[in-house]
């Protein structure tokens, strides 16, 4: 029904940057919120930043400064900026959308296959 594509997760040394990128598809209606959340080894999956149809943000504090999630509706896409990146920030980024189904008008929350980052130190 609804499909979310990510790309941009890689290996960078602390203190660099990397974009992430998801994009959804199918039968898509309307998408409310988008966002990102990671899972490292071992820890449950957390947060990292979120964003409104109408572009409200929110970030976990881990984030705020370092990451920017930035979204093209017109594209279906959500973005994650990150910058100043830390050993700790290495996880399996995966994306989130909560959408409403065409035709059936039914609240569907999907989730990407997941992306690994990984930041050496």
């Known amino acids: 029904q609804v499909q979310l594509v990510e790309s941009g997760g890689g290996l960078v040394q602390a203190g660099g940057s990397l974009r992430l990128s998801c994009a959804a598809s199918g039968s898509i209606f309307k998408i409310n919120a988008m966002g990102w959340y990671r899972q490292a080894p071992g820890k449950q999956r957390e947060l990292v930043a979120a964003?409104?149809?109408?572009?409200?943000?929110n970030y976990a504090d881990s984030a705020k400064g370092r990451f920017t999630i930035s979204r093209d509706n017109a594209k279906n896409t959500v973005y994650l900026q990150m910058n100043s990146l830390k050993p700790e920030d290495t996880a399996v980024y995966y994306c989130n959308a909560k959408t409403i189904v065409s035709l059936t008008w039914s609240n569907l929350e999907v989730w990407g296959q997941g992306t690994l980052v990984t930041v050496s130190s």
């Open positions: 964003v409104t149809g109408g572009s409200s943000t």
